[in-house]
């Protein structure tokens, strides 16, 4: 069984800075791509940030340049670095991962989801 751990969400007023992080545990073979996704109220999930196996990494056009996204060396952990938070960037960000194990495969896995609030 995959697990997914999130923390790091908040409140944090607007130009703030929060951290996410999530950690995969679990009957693992191989990690691949890990990403972070948000959904707001009334919206759509959509891609905040991607980071594939060989370390490459993609952005949201509205994020660019603010957020960072960076894993641990293990593999197993990725982390969102979220810089100048505007209000826009409330919502509820899903951790994301693609993941080998002993009887899969590769499949997707998702986090609980953790609140980012941006509020003064």
């Known amino acids: 069984q995959v697990q997914l751990r999130e923390s790091g969400g908040g409140l944090v007023p607007p130009g703030g800075s929060l951290r996410l992080s999530c950690a995969v545990s679990g009957d693992i073979l191989s990690v691949y791509d890990m990403g972070w996704y948000r959904q707001a109220p009334g919206k759509e999930r959509e891609l905040v940030a991607r980071?594939?196996?060989?370390?490459?990494?993609n952005y949201a056009d509205s994020v660019k340049g603010r957020f960072t996204i960076f894993r641990d060396n293990g593999w197993k952990t990725v982390y969102l670095q979220m810089n100048s938070l505007k209000a826009e960037d409330a919502a509820v960000y899903y951790c994301n991962a693609v993941v080998r194990t002993m009887g899969t495969p590769r499949a997707d896995y998702w986090g609980q989801g953790t609140q980012v609030t941006v509020s003064s």
């Open positions: 980071i594939i196996s060989g370390g490459r990494t």
